[in-house]
């Protein structure tokens, strides 16, 4: 079963950046990551970030202009570049792929934007 790690969190002020990785186990062939989402506080999920079956990358209103997901199969790995950082952004954020059907979910990692 693949696993997904992520690493990259941390605080921040407000205007900073973050680089969230998340690198998955297992080969390569059979998963594919399908984007980021993030949970703030007392917050339901939600989506940052989703890859459809395409490979097109559709980023949520509220962080379009300020952040970018990118790749590297040639590590198994996925990165969200964060840029612009506002508090609002303050959350857990997880990386997701799906792997034979199973929808799999990175621990979360934390990123918390001063004011």
């Known amino acids: 079963q693949v696993q997904l790690y992520e690493t990259g969190g941390g605080l921040v002020q407000t205007g900073g950046s973050l680089r969230l990785s998340c690198v998955a186990s297992?080969?390569?062939?059979?998963?594919?990551?399908k984007g980021w989402y993030r949970q703030a506080p007392g917050k339901q999920r939600e989506v940052v970030a989703t890859i459809n079956s395409g490979g097109n990358i559709n980023l949520a209103d509220s962080v379009k202009g300020r952040f970018a997901v990118s790749r590297d199969t040639t590590k198994n790995a996925m990165y969200l570049e964060m840029n612009s950082l506002r508090p609002e952004d303050t959350a857990v954020y997880y990386c997701h792929a799906l792997s034979r059907s199973v929808l799999v979910w990175g621990q979360g990692t934390q990123v918390t934007v001063s004011s």
């Open positions: 297992g080969n390569r062939f059979t998963f594919d990551f």
